[in-house]
């Protein structure tokens, strides 16, 4: 049983591109939510989504970020636009109803921004 | 505004000791609490839980403390193992979303 997976693991862009961050849940969980994490720092929640639905966004910047789940295929994390303050580690964890407690993770995307 | 704070950035215990980890939190709509384990370069693996409702829960070398009244919690580990050195996060739920304090590296030395 696969736990969560993300793609790339390393992501570099330079100031202006767009960044595309993958996540797919573990097999049988269909909430997502995305957390980023700054150097020397704990993570923070990002935005909370279930098939097709956001649920949750508050933790999203308002400009720049959207993030989508489509009924087939990955969650996915999209930066436009990307600044040196993007640079993070982006995490994704999944959880396999709406009320269950624990949320299992992803390795992670390390995006760095030149 | 920090919800959940560990205010200890490192610990460093000798093998075979007993490993404490805190973690203070102020909004008291949290029902559910967690304690994370982190390598470099990995995503956060899953430790132990407690419930609002518990004080205590146990898991093997592992377990957690909850202290309402203090609003604290703490992650015990005995005995203490090389293979224990990594960062630890703890998180609390609320409204679906966890809030992760800023984390405690935790250094076992032989």
């Known amino acids: 049983n696969a736990g969560v997976m993300q793609n790339p693991r390393h992501l570099v862009r330079r100031r202006g591109q767009e960044a595309r961050l993958r996540c797919s849940p573990m097999?049988?969980?269909?909430?997502v939510y995305w957390y980023r994490q700054l150097p020397e720092e704990g993570l923070k929640f990002m935005v909370y989504l279930q098939k097709e639905n956001i649920i949750d966004e508050s933790g999203m910047p308002k400009e720049r970020f959207s993030a989508e789940f489509p009924k087939e295929g990955p969650s996915i994390l999209r930066i436009q636009q990307v600044v040196r303050g993007d640079s993070a580690a982006y995490f994704c964890?999944?959880?396999?109803?709406?009320?269950?407690?624990?949320?299992?993770f992803g390795p992670g995307t390390r995006l760095t921004v030149l | 505004d920090q919800q959940v704070k560990q205010n200890s950035p490192s610990l460093s215990v000798q093998e075979g000791r007993i490993s404490i980890l805190n973690c203070d939190y102020t909004n008291s709509m949290f029902d559910y609490f967690l304690w994370y384990k982190k390598y470099p370069a990995e995503g956060p693996t899953f430790l132990i839980s407690?419930?609002?409702?518990?004080d205590k829960n146990e898991d093997g070398r592992f377990t957690v403390f909850l202290n309402k009244s203090a609003k604290h919690l703490s992650l015990h580990i005995v005995p203490s193992q090389p293979g224990d050195s990594a960062v630890y996060f703890c998180?609390?739920?609320?409204?679906?979303?966890?809030?992760f304090g800023q984390g405690t590296r935790l250094t076992i030395n032989p």
């Open positions: 964890a999944s959880s396999p109803r709406v009320d269950g407690d624990e949320q299992f």
């Open positions: 407690i419930s609002s409702i518990k």
């Open positions: 097999k049988g969980h269909s909430h």
């Open positions: 998180a609390a739920k609320g409204a679906q979303k966890l809030v």
